[in-house]
């Protein structure tokens, strides 16, 4: 079954770095995923699309801050230079034929 | 501009119906893949429905039965037929283009629109 695993909550002080992890579910490792941002009272919003190779093509507009990496089943987001308004919840989310599956969503504090 | 609209939302009670609709512009929907996700309140966000250029449809297990989704290509706007709601089934609901030679992308994203089942 294709899952993905978040942690729920991340913090961060306001202009340091944080990384934000999702897993595969066993089996999956060699997935792709995307990263999405929820700020609060809005809509989802694309960041990147990582491969597994940490290859990865970002959302039109998205600051060069935002980087992903990939080692085995872990997709990586990292954050650096935290702003105020980096403070949302993040969702990944990847694909199989026919299904879509986002991870539970890590809500980040910025501090 | 590329742009997703959402409407349709509202208050039914447990067994109702409703259909979303979701107008595109900027782009051709039915050159997309299109996405329905739901978000319930406070909770994260849930996949529902998809609709491949080709029209194939797949839908969550938990909606299978009960919503469908279509487009009108004239109008160039996706939808989503629900039927026999459930209070679980209370959402914001969210439509989202993932383009057929970019496949996961869910970009962009609608406003959404507000679902709340309840007697």
């Known amino acids: 079954q294709l899952v993905l695993t978040q942690s729920p909550s991340a913090s961060a002080s306001l202009g340091a770095s944080v990384k934000l992890t999702c897993t595969l579910s066993?089996?999956?490792?060699?997935?792709?995923i995307a990263w999405h941002q929820q700020q609060p009272e809005k809509g989802p919003r694309f960041l990147m699309k990582?491969?597994?190779?940490?290859?990865?093509s970002k959302g039109d507009g998205i600051p060069d801050r935002f980087s992903g990496s990939s080692s085995g089943a872990e997709r990586s987001l990292t954050i650096s230079s935290l702003q105020s308004e980096d403070e949302a919840d993040y969702y990944c989310?990847?694909?199989?034929?026919?299904?879509?599956?986002f991870g539970g969503g890590t809500k980040l504090t910025v501090l | 501009e590329v742009q997703l609209v959402e409407s349709g939302g509202g208050l039914v009670q447990p067994g109702e119906s409703l259909r979303l609709s979701c107008a595109a512009s900027?782009?051709?929907?039915?050159?997309?893949?299109m996405n329905w996700v739901r978000q319930a309140p406070g909770k994260g966000l849930e996949w529902v429905s998809m609709?491949?250029?080709?029209?194939?449809?797949y839908y969550a297990d938990s909606v299978k039965g009960r919503f469908t989704i279509s487009r009108d290509n004239s109008k160039n706007t996706l939808y989503l037929q629900m039927n026999s709601l459930r209070a679980e089934d209370t959402a914001v609901y969210y439509c989202?283009?993932?383009?057929?030679?970019?496949?996961?992308?869910?970009?962009?994203w609608g406003q959404g629109t507000l679902v709340t089942v309840s007697s």
């Open positions: 989202a283009r993932e383009g057929a030679s970019t496949v996961g992308r869910f970009d962009p």
């Open positions: 900027g782009f051709i929907v039915s050159s997309n893949y």
């Open positions: 609709i491949y250029s080709s029209g194939t449809t």
């Open positions: 066993s089996g999956h490792s060699s997935y792709a």
């Open positions: 990582l491969n597994s190779d940490g290859s990865h």
């Open positions: 989310q990847t694909w199989d034929t026919g299904i879509r599956v």
